[in-house]
């Protein structure tokens, strides 16, 4: 089955919670996502089209209450639009494929590069090494 292109076929796809997140740019309650606490080796996909989006091996505990990542899996698998939304200036991060949204990218992650991809685990699928 291929991508879904309405949002009625997107809601018949996905939980009440993904949708809410990717299709509506939701955020889940920090501290509350099933991958939050998730130490296995594997892929995090787009829970909405399957996309590879990151690895664990750049999965780091933030103290945020959310899944952080210091990169994606490759410069293409994501991408980054302003969001001037909730009187902030902030970079949301979406699916590159299907533009769903995942989350927020912020400046103050680990080194070398100093990124932190703050990622609502509705929006992520995890696939075990």
Avoid at 36 to 42: P, T, V
Wanted: aromatic share 8%.
């Amino acid at each position: 089955m291929g991508m879904p292109e309405s949002e009625e076929e997107w809601k018949k796809k996905l939980t009440p919670e993904q949708h809410r997140v990717l299709r509506e740019k939701g955020t889940e309650l920090p501290f509350t996502g099933k991958l939050l606490h998730n130490r296995e080796k594997g892929a995090y996909q787009c829970a909405g089209c399957g996309a590879d989006l990151f690895s664990s091996d750049t999965k780091f505990d933030s103290g945020t209450g959310w899944p952080s990542f210091s990169a994606p899996l490759s410069e293409t698998a994501v991408e980054c639009k302003e969001d001037l939304s909730h009187g902030m200036r902030r970079t949301e991060i979406r699916c590159a494929r299907c533009k769903g949204h995942l989350g927020h990218v912020f400046d103050d992650g680990p080194k070398p590069a100093g990124k932190r991809y703050c990622i609502n685990s509705a929006g992520l699928c995890f696939v075990k090494k």
